[in-house]
């Protein structure tokens, strides 16, 4: 099995900054790609940014030029660096991992319980 758990999410003002990370544990063998989704209430699950293991990254429209996700292959561990932050950025976020747990396993999508971004105006 394998948990991913979230960290780092809270209260900030509009124009702040946040900085999430979510590391891997359990029975990983190797992991693909990395990622952060959101979720605002009434609304579905968005991406909001993805990493692959050779550091290749994506961003929603929404967030470029002021996130920014990175990763430790060693620790297991993505983060997302918030800067800039809205009240539109509001929302629970979700880190997602693709993992193999064995070298025969398929690939799998873990997902972490979800943490609280909230900004206020």
């Known amino acids: 099995q394998v948990h991913l758990v979230e960290s780092g999410g809270g209260l900030v003002q509009a124009g702040g900054f946040l900085r999430l990370s979510c590391a891997a544990s359990?029975?990983?063998?190797?992991?693909?790609?990395m990622g952060w989704y959101r979720q605002a209430p009434g609304k579905q699950r968005e991406l909001v940014a993805t990493?692959?293991?050779?550091?290749?990254?994506d961003y929603s429209d929404s967030v470029k030029g002021r996130f920014t996700i990175s990763r430790d292959n060693a620790k297991n561990t993505v983060y997302l660096q918030m800067n800039s932050l809205k009240p539109e950025d509001t929302a629970v976020y979700y880190c997602?991992?693709?993992?193999?747990?064995?070298?025969?396993?398929?690939?799998?999508?873990?997902w972490g319980q979800g943490t609280q971004v909230t900004v206020s105006s």
């Open positions: 997602n991992a693709a993992v193999k747990v064995t070298v025969l396993s398929r690939v799998i999508d873990y």
């Open positions: 359990g029975s990983v063998f190797s992991i693909y790609a």
């Open positions: 990493i692959t293991s050779g550091g290749n990254t």
